[in-house]
């Protein structure tokens, strides 16, 4: 059986790194840019559907978030029917970090999609759909507590 997924990791790892080295200067670190991304792109959005985006539990996106906010990234606001509800919303500066964060991204993809076809690139991207959506499935029963059997 081909390693599929240990280069699927290495890529991400590597990109990830690639990130965090790049963002350091805007104080962005460990991850944080993939939050405030999808802050920027979804504002509003609440916590647990950020951390359900990003693949991660509750725990991980709450101390991420904090981060943010105390960097003056993002904000939180109540919801206006239910002000338990917090909402996430991105900060001017959050805003004039995103095109950059944005650019660092499609550079990435053009990098690592070089030298593929328009027509290899769209497979790809539809076969790695695929891949994440069957391992969603699993990711979704272990995060409530079950256990796969091997």
């Not at 539990?57 to 990234?73: P, W």
């Not at 002000?83 to 996430?88: G, H, N, Q, S």
């Not at 690139?121 to 995060?143: G, I, P, Y």
Request: some cysteine; proline content about 2%.
């Amino acid at each position: 059986m081909k390693e599929i997924l240990r280069e699927i990791g290495m890529i991400a790892r590597a990109l990830d790194s690639i990130s965090n080295i790049e963002f350091k200067e805007y104080d962005l670190t460990k991850g944080q840019y993939l939050y405030l991304v999808r802050i920027c792109e979804h504002p509003g959005i609440i916590q647990e559907k950020l951390a359900e985006m990003i693949k991660v539990d509750r725990t991980t996106a709450a101390r991420a978030i904090q981060k943010l906010e105390i960097n003056g990234f993002i904000e939180k606001k109540e919801d206006q029917q239910n002000k338990k509800i917090k909402k996430l919303y991105p900060t001017e500066k959050g805003q004039n970090v995103y095109p950059f964060i944005k650019k660092e991204n499609d550079y990435s993809n053009h990098v690592a999609l070089e030298g593929l076809s328009d027509g290899e690139a769209d497979t790809l991207f539809n076969l790695l759909q695929r891949v994440r959506s069957n391992v969603e499935k699993d990711w979704e029963f272990v995060k409530r507590g079950n256990k796969r059997t091997y």
